[in-house]
C-alpha cells in the first residue's frame, strides 16, 4: 500500500482528535440494562436506546434460545434463496398489523432498509421532499435514487409548502415527504399533523421513519402517526431500540410497496436473512409492546421526573416530551469532560458533536428508559450537579 495513502489518513485522525472530535469506544462486560459495567465498575446507563428496558428481559431471552433450538443459529441465505423462515413471515405479518398496515418487509437494520426503501419506489421523474435533520441513513437512501431532491428546513411547514410546490410546478409525476418521526439528536417530533395535511394537498406519499417511536410513543406504542392521530403511507424502524434493541430493521405498508420492495430492494436481494433467535425475539418484543402499557407509562414517568431535576438544577435543556432529553453544552471539548467527569462518577452518558450535531451545538444526549428507578435517576442528577458546578456550565 502506498505509504502516502496512510498518511493521509493519519493527518486527518490527528485533524479529528485535535478539534476534540475524537470518538472513544468503551468497552462493556454486562448486558445492556439500567446499570452496566465498564472497566470493572458498575454505571448507570443513561446512553442507550434501550427504551422499555427490553435489552436483557428474559422473555426476549427465552424466545431467541428456543429458536436457536427449533431453527438453528443462521441462514446462510438470503430471503428469496433459501432463507425464508416460517419466523420471518410471522414477524413480517405481526409487525404489519401491528402499525395497521398491509404488510412489512425485514432488513438486516434500518439503516439498510433506508438505503433500500426509495430507489425501487421512484425514478427520474419523481420527486422527494426531505427533512434538513434526517437520519444519515435515509439521506444516504435518497442519494441512491434517482427521484429529484427537495429540501425542507426542520419541522417547518411553510417551506415544506414551498418545496412541494417548487417539485409540483418541476412536473413531478411522484411526490415523496420523507420525515423521521422524532429527530434523535434533539428529541423533538416531526409535526405530522401538518406533513400530512399538506401531503393531501399536493397529493404526495408520506414516509416516516419511526425508530425512535416504535414500541413507545402513542397510546399503544404504535409511534409518532398514532402519537398524533394521524396516519401516514410508509414506516420504517428498526428492532435495534426498544423492540429488544439487537439488530434489524423494517419497512411497513402497503401491498404493493413491500411487494415491489421484495422484488427489487438490493439491500434485501443481496444482504443475509435475519437469524431466527432475532426474529423469534422480535415476535416476543411484539408481545411485550402490546401489553406494554405500564413500561409505557414508567418511561414517561422517568422521562418527566428527569426533565423536571435537571431544569430545577439550571441546565440548558431542548424542550420536548420525548424521552431523549439533550443537555446543551456548545463546544465538543466542553461535551467531552462533562461526559468524562460524569463517568467517574459512576453515569454513562456520551457528548455527542460535530459531525453529529451542527459546530457550537455538542451537547449530551441523555435517554430515559423503563428500566432505570428513582434511585437510578437521584444518583444520576447528583452526579450532574456536582460536574456541572465544577466545569462552570451551572
Ligand atoms: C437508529 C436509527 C436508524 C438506524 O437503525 P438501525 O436498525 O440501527 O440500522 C435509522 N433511522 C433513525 C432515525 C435512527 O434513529
Redesign the pocket.
Known amino acids: 500500500m502506498p505509504q502516502a495513502f496512510l498518511d493521509a489518513l493519519t493527518d486527518t485522525l490527528a485533524e479529528i482528535k485535535a478539534d476534540g472530535l475524537l470518538k472513544r469506544e468503551r468497552e462493556i462486560t454486562s448486558p445492556q440494562g439500567a446499570r452496566i459495567t465498564a472497566n470493572g465498575r458498575g454505571l448507570i446507563n443513561l446512553c442507550a436506546?434501550n427504551y422499555l428496558g427490553l435489552a436483557d428481559h428474559p422473555r426476549l431471552i427465552a424466545a431467541a434460545t428456543d429458536a436457536m433450538q427449533s431453527h438453528g443459529y443462521g441462514m446462510a441465505s438470503v430471503r428469496f434463496i433459501c432463507g425464508t423462515q416460517d419466523l420471518h413471515r410471522q414477524l413480517e405479518t405481526r409487525l404489519a398489523r401491528f402499525l395497521d398496515m398491509d404488510d412489512s418487509i425485514l432488513f438486516a437494520?434500518?439503516?439498510?432498509a433506508?438505503a433500500a426503501v426509495f430507489e425501487p419506489l421512484l425514478g427520474a421523474g419523481d420527486a422527494i421532499v426531505s427533512d434538513s435533520l434526517n437520519?444519515a441513513?435515509?439521506i444516504d437512501g435518497i442519494r441512491l435514487c434517482k427521484a429529484q431532491k427537495y429540501r425542507y428546513a426542520n419541522a417547518d411547514m411553510a417551506d415544506l409548502e414551498a418545496q412541494l410546490k417548487a417539485a409540483r410546478a418541476g412536473g413531478a409525476r411522484h411526490v415523496m415527504i420523507v420525515t423521521?418521526g422524532?429527530f434523535?439528536m434533539d428529541g423533538t417530533l416531526a409535526p405530522l399533523p401538518g406533513i400530512t395535511a399538506l401531503a393531501a394537498q399536493y397529493d404526495a406519499i408520506t414516509l416516516v421513519?419511526d425508530?425512535?417511536a416504535t414500541g413507545f410513543m402513542g397510546p399503544k406504542g404504535q409511534g409518532t402517526p398514532a402519537h398524533f392521530g394521524v396516519s401516514v403511507d410508509i414506516l420504517?424502524g428498526?428492532?435495534?431500540?426498544a423492540l429488544g434493541g439487537a439488530?434489524?430493521?423494517y419497512i411497513a405498508g402497503p401491498q404493493p410497496v413491500i411487494d415491489l420492495l421484495r422484488q427489487r430492494a438490493r439491500p434485501y436481494l443481496f444482504s443475509n436473512a435475519l437469524p431466527p433467535s432475532v426474529v423469534a425475539a422480535g415476535i416476543e418484543a411484539l408481545d411485550l409492546v402490546e401489553t406494554g402499557d405500564t413500561l409505557r407509562a414508567r418511561l414517561f414517568e422517568n422521562a418527566q421526573y428527569w426533565r423536571d431535576g435537571l431544569t430545577r438544577l439550571g441546565f440548558d435543556l431542548l424542550a420536548g416530551e420525548h424521552p431523549i432529553v439533550p443537555i446543551m453544552l456548545g463546544e465538543a471539548q466542553l461535551a467531552q469532560d462533562m461526559a468524562a467527569g460524569l463517568n467517574d462518577r459512576g453515569v454513562y452518558v456520551s457528548g455527542f458533536f460535530y459531525p453529529v450535531v451542527p459546530k457550537g451545538r455538542a451537547r449530551i444526549r441523555t435517554q430515559m428508559n423503563a428500566a432505570l428507578d428513582r434511585d437510578d435517576l437521584d444518583e444520576g442528577l447528583a452526579a450532574f450537579e456536582a460536574v456541572g458546578k465544577e466545569l462552570g456550565v451551572i
Not at 109 to 112: K, N, P
Not at 238 to 241: I, R, S, V, Y
Request: some cysteine; overall charge negative.
Open positions: 436506546n437494520a434500518c439503516f439498510d433506508n437520519h441513513s435515509l423521521d422524532v434523535s421513519d425508530c425512535h420504517t428498526t428492532f435495534g431500540k439488530i434489524g430493521g
